[in-house]
């Protein structure tokens, strides 16, 4: 224990204070799971990682002379994912989260549960708010797909500074308190429950959309920009039919805040998810909606790539949407056959310099298969077809290896 200590102050003296984080990060885990645990203490350490390629078909027409690298982040790209959760008693718990991704190192969770019953739970600290189904398997390992559903895209879908990602990228995460619960009807019927305040999405004064980048800056401390939190929340009915092999679930959410630092655009996000499993076979489908209020400026005219509408007035809200519809279906005891179809749509004006139109759309047709090699390590590939309305259309290919720590 000592020579880890001694190694860390060395990095720490040479290092960028990212390094150091995360080698804090990595010395406390190592450091408790050597440990003893205290009595009544349960410790648990967990997390994933996937090392994934991209490759974009090139194809040139007079048109387009863009290459791949100017339309998509092509290439090698890893994610990693790893939790410590100390659980101290049947009330209180710990979660400590570190990620990797494009967009560096990154602290996922940070947070303190305090359970008083089922029902009811406390949550403080940092968190992914509760919105959603894909975000519960957001990490590399519990998704059969190399990349995202277009609506949580976070970087991998083609033409993503055009259409500035997708409706809420995965994982969201944020400072606040969320309160929670579960709640069993008999044995087969579940409802669970979470409502939050968090810092919410960011952007700046003169914003026609929030910038993901500005949530997951350290030059903006991790605080919330506005001093005004969001609020939302999640409630989520399951029937779980063991004997049939049976389980469905049905959920929907919201969140609603404003993005500018001085907390007069706002936006609002909802959600709806399904998901059925029928012995091996699997269903899952989502929708999601954001409406956001852009300023305007003092010139409309000049600052809009189209004008007015039919009252004269320029519109303040720009509304994105997206879906998924994914089927999951094994072939081999290790082999399974994976089916998506997503898509995305905006609609209202834009930037005068933006290339897409006032109502743009892509649809993605994906199908690829997941082979399991065993110790925790799975093989996902997958042929991606791009639709898009504004753009040529776009065919790619995915290659990933994920593997659970």
């Known amino acids: 224990m000592r020579r880890s200590l001694n190694i860390a102050r060395a990095v720490l003296r040479h290092a960028s204070w990212r390094a150091a984080l995360v080698l804090a990060l990595m010395s406390v885990v190592v450091v408790a799971l050597q440990s003893r645990p205290a009595v009544g203490q349960d410790r648990n350490f967990a997390g994933s990682v996937q090392s994934s390629y991209l490759y974009v078909y090139d194809q040139q027409n007079e048109d387009q002379d863009e290459k791949a690298r100017q339309r998509a982040f092509d290439g090698f790209t890893t994610e990693l994912s790893v939790k410590l959760a100390v659980d101290f008693d049947k009330h209180i718990s710990t979660n400590v989260k570190l990620c990797f991704g494009c967009h560096g190192f990154e602290i996922d969770m940070a947070y303190v549960d305090l359970t008083v019953v089922d029902e009811l739970r406390f949550r403080a600290g940092r968190f992914n708010p509760s919105f959603g189904e894909f975000p519960l398997r957001h990490d590399p390992a519990n998704h059969r797909t190399v990349d995202k559903p277009l609506p949580y895209d976070m970087g991998r879908m083609v033409r993503l500074r055009e259409w500035n ?53 350290g030059e903006s401390y991790y605080v919330d920009n506005n001093s005004r939190p969001t609020g939302g929340g999640r409630v989520s009915m399951t029937l ?143 042929v991606e077809y791009y639709d898009f309305n504004d753009f040529h259309d776009e065919l790619v290919g995915t290659l990933g290896v994920a593997a659970v720590l």
């Open 165 to 217: 990602l997708g409706v809420l990228p995965a994982p969201y995460v944020d400072n606040g308190l969320e309160i929670g619960g579960t709640h069993w009807f008999g044995y087969s019927f579940q409802l669970d429950y979470a409502a939050y305040a968090v810092g919410g999405l960011r952007g700046d004064n003169a914003g026609t959309d929030v910038d993901f980048k500005l949530s997951r800056s």
């Open 240 to 382: 779980d039919l063991s004997e049939a092999e049976t389980t469905f679930t049905l959920g929907g959410s919201g969140m609603y805040g404003m993005y500018d630092p001085a907390a007069k655009l706002s936006y609002m996000i909802a959600g709806a998810d399904f998901y059925a499993r029928v012995k091996r076979f699997e269903l899952r489908a989502e929708y999601l909606l954001r409406r956001t209020e852009m300023n305007l400026g003092e010139d409309p005219s000049s600052r809009f790539k189209f004008g007015p509408g039919r009252n004269g007035k320029f519109d303040r809200y720009a509304l994105k949407d997206g879906f998924y519809v994914e089927a999951l279906f094994p072939v081999l005891p290790r082999m399974e056959l994976v089916g998506r179809f997503d898509g995305l749509r905006r609609f209202g004006n834009v930037l005068s310099a933006s290339e897409l139109s006032k109502n743009s759309q892509v649809l993605r047709y994906t199908v690829g298969t997941d082979i399991s090699v065993g110790f925790g390590v799975r093989v996902k590939f997958d």
